[in-house]
């Protein structure tokens, strides 16, 4: 356990691989990362978590998986219970192991995804209602099937959600696509989205990058530094855009949102 975390919000991280450079890219075309310089921007994207408020928890390096640092992937934490992932490319499967200790050493009801499904983290969107009517969109595309799906739904519709599978061909993953503001707005670059109408209140940005966003409390909003238009929409509509630099695993189909898993329910009343 972890008693000194056991106020405030917590956020999962995980070293990068000296192997980085290495990590699958499945939608755009391969170019060098500089893994020195993906080091240093972790760092920062690290501290600029504590910064705001969040009490992070290292998750053991698994050097040997080149994709481990997008820890994300790895589960997904609903209330106080935590689904261990089944990643749909092997190479990412041992990810998994070490992920699900921190996690479970937290206190979370450990759950698992199992064959023939497959599920990554960076597929599934939660959505929470004020009023307790939480929806959680998951993509239903190269790394997760329908069975991943299925399973997801069983566990956490009992627990109240409403589990939506959304269509997904364009882009590797969900939140490679979408992410949601503060209010529960949907925001997106239409591009990469196969279906605007599955989502009821939506609001396009004009760059990629700009529609992944993080929300570390109040109107702060963690963002890539690559995406001006979108942060100066974002300011006009009420938020306060903190932008990194995370260029490195942008090379990999990475984004902000991929870095951490954030525990907000088991730290939060």
Known sequence: MYPHLAVGRLALVRRPSPRLAEGIVTHIDRVPVDVDLAMRQWEAYVEVLQSTGWNTVEVAPAPECPDSAFVEDTMVVYRNVAVIARPGADERKPETVEAEHAVEALGCSINRIRPPGTLDGGDV????????????????????????????????????????????????????AVTALPDGTIIGYPPCIDDVTMFPRFVPVPEESGSHV?????????????????????TDLGYEPVLVDISEYIKLEGCVTCLSVRLRALAEP
């Open 125 to 176: 969107l939660k959505v929470l209602g004020p009023d307790g009517n939480d929806t959680i969109y998951v993509g239903r595309g190269g790394r997760t099937n329908g069975e991943g799906i299925r399973q997801l739904r069983a566990i956490f519709g009992p627990l109240g959600a409403t589990v939506i599978a959304v269509p997904l061909t364009k882009v590797l993953h969900l939140k490679s």
């Open 214 to 234: 993080v929300h570390l409390g109040g109107s702060k909003l963690l963002m890539s530094n690559d995406c001006p238009q979108s942060a100066a929409l974002l």
